[in-house]
């Protein structure tokens, strides 16, 4: 493990206990079934998607991804400003922006497709995982190594590369998942691109209810935490589309991650915003049981990606 990547201090022990409402075994094995066949679906369906071109592409991904996350029994809920308005309208972010979220649970992938489809930056053992894998493929990943610290300048030009053609990228700059009642702090690099490419920054809130159910933190097995998502009762995934922030406005890549930070970390403001998609309200997640991050190497990383 190299002593440069981020941790959380989030455990599965600590943070991922269940004390919520279960559903039954049969009705979590029925979601486990229905999550894998509408993975294997969409897999062995791709190259049917092949002559739609890009954004037809994308809005299958998109489709594709929404079929996967409510198969596992996950609700959807979409806020955005009033000034954005519903998906596919003029103001939604476009092509060329930097999508970065808070990374809390495997399921941040799929969710952010459903509603910014786009190339994920994602770690190259992302390629092997049984669900992520086949998902991430399709939806034209750039998968980097995160151990290999002299390759992180190629990835910012990567990432400034396709900001540049017109893709929209999304990155998860904590560079480690935590549990959701306490975030990380941005990494710089990845904002560096956005810089380079003159982009826009585009600042996206993700929450579940309840807290812990979805989080996929430390050495979670990723089976354990599929069975975990499948057996939660109510899970609700909420992702708030923020202001977009102008990466021309900042004279470098820590201010303008701080900015993006601050935008993430504030509190839900819903004076200027509409729910897109469903109408059921999520559980936000409690006081934190964090008081500091923690950068020090862990045995392993559920989630990490490069910063």
């Given amino acids: 493990m190299s002593a440069w990547l981020p941790t959380a201090p989030c455990t599965p022990a600590g943070c ?39 954004p037809g ?64 930056l994602a770690k190259k053992e992302v390629r092997q995982w049984p669900v992520l894998g086949p998902l991430a493929g399709f939806g034209g990943t750039l998968f980097v190594d995160r151990d290999r610290l002299r390759a992180l300048p190629g990835v910012v030009g990567a990432v400034a590369d396709s900001l540049r053609g017109g893709a929209r990228v999304i990155v998860f700059p904590e560079g480690s998942t935590w549990c959701g009642r306490e975030k990380g702090r941005f990494r710089n690099a990845a904002f560096q691109a956005a810089i380079d490419a003159g982009a826009t920054v585009q600042p996206v ?46 004279t470098d890549r820590r201010s303008l991650a701080r900015a993006a930070q601050a935008a993430v970390a504030g509190g839900a403001d819903t004076s200027s915003a509409h729910t897109a998609v469903d109408n059921d309200r999520a559980n936000l997640p409690s006081v934190s049981v964090h008081h500091c991050d923690s950068f020090s190497p862990a045995s392993a990383s559920s989630a990490r990606t490069p910063s």
């Fill in 16 to 54: 991922a206990t269940p004390q919520w409402p279960t559903a039954g075994r049969l009705t979590a094995f029925a979601r486990l079934i229905a999550g894998t066949a509408a993975v294997l679906a969409g897999v062995v369906l791709s190259p049917l998607a092949i002559p739609l071109g890009p």
């Fill in 57 to 120: 592409r994308a809005r299958l991904v998109a489709l594709w991804c929404r079929t996967v996350i409510r198969a596992f029994g996950v609700r959807v809920r979409i806020v955005v400003p009033e000034e954005t308005g519903p998906p596919g309208a003029g103001s939604w972010p476009g092509p060329g922006t930097l999508v970065v979220p808070n990374h809390i649970s495997w399921l941040d992938i799929p969710l952010v497709a459903t509603v910014l489809p786009g190339r994920m």
């Fill in 205 to 250: 809130r993700i929450t579940y209810g309840p807290v812990g159910a979805a989080a996929f933190v430390g050495d979670d097995p990723l089976a354990a935490s599929l069975w975990r998502v499948a057996t939660a009762g109510g899970l609700t995934a909420e992702i708030r589309i923020l202001p977009p922030i102008s990466a021309g406005r900042h």
